[in-house]
């Protein structure tokens, strides 16, 4: 079965510093990714997502992830964080079997990030 | 914008009693999900719905676990004998289509059996 990794747990960022979140998935076939965030209160929400074509996806609010293929990551990135960033961030995969989809999402442990104003 | 709902947002129970936890999808949506997250743990996968049969379950979807849709407009979860280690945020979510498209979650339930 599928997994998946995001290694930081808890990330504290100042404002404007740039951020970079892990994620690894362990399947050897095709998949779509996933970038899912929860503010505090809020249910979640989709960042971005990647299902073929340019591996660097762009998603909303200045984010951006790198889908590398060889190393089973999608890396989530940004530039310059700023205080309502501060939020919950999960990584999720959808496994394609046989060019047919999957229903279920995998979700990683997820990553806490407080940005400090 | 249209949201996926869910009711009620905190359910407390006692440990063998049934409880129904509801969702209200996004109305043009046609594939339905669960999902649990267990307190410091991952959100799981519960199971799949779509033309009022459930196309994907895991493991954890077991006997004690059921989901209807009752009308055109509610999707339930059905937890027939209620255990402590069923003690969970519940989600449901939605989608246009399946697993490869955005699925758009609710606010979740907070269970708690005691």
């Known amino acids: 079965a599928q997994s998946v990794s995001q290694h930081n747990h808890h990330v504290i960022l100042s404002e404007a510093a740039s951020l970079e979140l892990g994620c690894n998935y362990s399947y050897g076939g095709t998949v779509n990714l996933f970038w899912y965030v929860q503010y505090p209160g809020q249910h979640l929400q989709l960042l971005l997502k990647y299902f073929s074509g340019d591996p660097l996806v762009k998603g909303i609010k200045g984010f951006e992830a790198e889908f590398i293929k060889s190393k089973f990551s999608f890396n989530l990135r940004k530039p310059s964080v700023q205080w309502s960033d501060t939020a919950e961030y999960f990584c999720a995969v959808n496994p394609l079997y046989s060019g047919a989809g999957s229903y279920q999402l995998t979700f990683g442990k997820g990553t806490k990030l407080s940005v400090i104003p | 914008e249209p949201e996926v709902t869910q009711t009620p947002s905190h359910q407390v129970t006692q440990m063998g009693q049934e409880v129904i936890l509801r969702c209200v999808p996004i109305s043009n949506h046609l594939y339905f999900y669960w999902y649990r997250q267990i307190l410091g743990q991952k959100v799981e996968f519960l199971v799949s719905f779509y033309n009022n049969e459930i196309s994907e379950k895991s493991e954890i979807f077991d006997d004690q676990f059921s989901v209807e849709r009752p009308d055109g407009s509610n999707f339930t979860l059905k937890i027939r004998s209620t255990k402590l280690e069923d003690s969970a945020m519940y989600f449901c979510?939605?989608?246009?289509?399946?697993?490869?498209?955005?699925?758009?979650f609710g606010p979740g339930t907070r269970l708690t059996v005691t």
């Open positions: 979510a939605s989608s246009e289509t399946r697993g490869g498209d955005e699925q758009y």
